[in-house]
């Protein structure tokens, strides 16, 4: 898993030296995360969150015409709910804490017309929680995105992108219990060139 972290870093780095226009920007987005959990044995446990919160930089360089290489960094937030009932006593337990994930983006951007552009590619997550209710989701995970991007004058653009991310796809310590998380929101991106 370290080598194919290390080939994808090294041809992303390789293409950039290569590449053309380069664009960054700063977004923030508002969503909903769900914990996808496998089956449990001797009792339930349930996984809540709240609504989820993601703030970023993205880096932006063409390789082609219409095609954009994107990397940057990403910070997830969301409140969690646990409840945990007990197999023989039914008794129930219930406690919350904050989940934050960090996530380096490394997508292709395609943009189909003058303002649609889609967005999609694999991604690292690091799980930055010291709390461990759930599995830790460092990982690489995958990522989809479709946005309108109209730009403001010459320096500036907008974006405006709803999109879906399942962390955690392929996991640095798999076990029985791996659980991964699905984000979809909206995210709203002020860029400049």
């Not at 991007?149 to 992108?161: D, K, P």
Request: proline share 2%; with cysteine; hydrophobic share 40%.
């Amino acid at each position: 898993m370290k080598q194919l972290i290390v080939f994808l870093a090294f041809n992303a780095m390789a293409v950039t030296v290569f590449s053309q226009k380069i664009s960054y920007d700063v977004s923030f987005g508002v969503g909903t995360s769900s914990f996808i959990m496998p089956k449990t044995v001797g009792g339930s446990t349930s996984y809540q969150s709240s609504d989820s919160y993601q703030f970023g930089v993205s880096y932006t360089r063409q390789l082609h015409r219409n095609l954009w290489l994107n990397t940057g960094a990403r910070w997830l937030h969301t409140f969690v709910l646990t409840t945990v009932t007990e197999y023989l006593s039914n008794n129930i337990t219930s406690y919350s804490y904050n989940f934050n994930l960090v996530t380096i983006p490394l997508q292709l951007k395609y943009h189909c017309t003058k303002h649609f552009m889609v967005l999609g590619g694999p991604m690292i997550d690091v799980d930055v929680n010291s709390n461990r209710v759930i599995t830790n989701q460092s990982g690489v995970g995958l990522g989809f995105a479709i946005g309108y991007q109209v730009a403001l004058g010459n320096t500036f653009n907008i974006m405006l992108s709803p999109h879906v991310d399942l962390h955690n796809n392929f996991t640095f310590k798999k076990t029985n219990t791996t659980s991964t998380i699905l984000d979809a929101g909206i995210k709203l991106a002020i860029g400049f060139k």
